[in-house]
């Protein structure tokens, strides 16, 4: 079978939209989804909403775990729009009590079966979400990430594309659907083939041209967060 790897997602239903529609033209009918469904941008419940007929396996990310955070903790929620957006405070606006439970009781690991062929999903590393594992990391860090068991083990984080092995073991990051850091703007996914045990880097194009805008408009004081979607 094939599997569609999604990370990153981060609110920004424009670039969900684009890589769920070259999905549906592969004839991909499964999303693995490596965590940060939410943060940064402003339409988490879209994106829960795009998601949601899918079948699919998701497990959370370091933005879910503030999200939990900004939810029982005010104060903190203020840091976060701070650092990084209103995106949180949008979700816990826009976002039902149920989505808001379902997004923040996701597993930080899971272990997936796909006719005989494991695939272990993380966000960041399979012992911490926050740990980044960049396509240059250092051989050690990539054997300490192939965990025994698995064929292919898929993580997110870095915002950047990689393909690597270590230990016989396909590490894969598909990259960042909603915010590249690769100075490719646009939508980045994964194809993995559990027959061959191959996987396709994909890149959708997209127009960001509203949200820069609507970053801009709704977020000033942090730059980053429209210069991010355009930059090369």
């Known amino acids: ?9 981060h609110g920004n239903d424009l670039a969900l939209g684009a890589v769920l529609a070259a999905v549906r033209e592969a004839g991909i009918e499964m999303l693995l989804v490596c965590g940060d469904m939410v943060g940064y941008y402003f339409a988490p419940d879209r994106v829960m909403e795009m998601l949601r007929p899918w079948k699919k396996r998701m497990v959370r990310g370091n933005h879910e775990d503030m999200l939990a955070l900004a939810r029982r903790d005010p104060a903190a ?3 976060i729009d701070r650092a990084y957006g209103t995106g949180h405070r949008l979700a816990l606006e826009r976002l039902s009590p149920a989505d808001l439970d379902e997004l923040t ?13 494991r695939v272990l999903l993380c966000h960041g590393a399979p012992w911490d979400t926050n740990q980044y594992v960049y396509p240059d990391a250092p051989g050690e860090l990539l054997e300490r990430c192939a965990a025994p068991g698995h064929a292919t083990v898929v993580m997110g984080h870095t915002h950047h594309p990689m393909l690597r092995e270590a230990k016989g073991v396909r590490l894969v990051n598909p990259g960042s659907v909603g915010q590249p850091r690769n100075r490719r703007p646009g939508a980045d996914w994964a194809i993995l083939d559990t027959g061959s045990g191959e996987v396709a880097l994909k890149h959708e194009r997209y127009d960001p041209t509203p949200l820069v805008e609507e970053a801009k408009a709704r977020n000033p004081g942090v730059p980053y967060l429209h210069e991010i979607l355009v930059r090369q």
């Open 105 to 117: 009781a996701l597993p930080a690991t899971a272990s997936v079966d796909l006719d005989g062929y």
């Open 1 to 9: 079978m094939r599997a569609a790897l999604l990370a990153d997602i």
């Open 77 to 79: 929620l203020e840091r």
